[in-house]
């Protein structure tokens, strides 16, 4: 299984970007793909996870401005609006299923004016 995530880039505070991560391979249909984010001199940390049931789950410092979606069983998208500095960091995004966790290569976000 492999997982490629799109969508960073360069944006000014208050400005939204929407990421992507589409898995590949074959996988089992219960499972949890979620986007996690580190930032430099920081641990790695949960941003939002979504279940394939369609529960979600944030991180407190992103509750309201970021939204977790998938359309189907292999891509997830995180919408993330009114953006802060705080949120520069690089993002992950992962697949957990019952026996192991599938991570993508991170994309870089940073928010600057």
């Known amino acids: 299984v492999q997982l490629q995530a799109s969508g960073g880039g360069l944006v000014q505070p208050g400005g939204s970007l929407r990421l992507s991560c589409a898995a590949s391979?074959?996988?089992?249909?219960?499972?949890?793909m979620g986007w996690y984010r580190q930032a430099p001199g920081k641990q790695r940390e949960l941003v939002a996870a979504i279940t394939s049931g369609g529960y979600t789950n944030y991180g407190d410092s992103v509750k309201g401005r970021f939204t977790i979606s998938r359309d189907n069983k292999d891509t997830v998208y995180l919408q993330m609006n009114n953006l802060k500095p705080a949120d520069t960091a690089v993002y992950y995004c992962?697949?957990?299923?019952?026996?192991?966790?599938?991570w993508g290569q991170g994309t870089l976000v940073t928010v600057s004016s």
């Open positions: 391979g074959s996988f089992f249909s219960i499972n949890i």
């Open positions: 992962n697949l957990q299923l019952a026996s192991s966790i599938v």
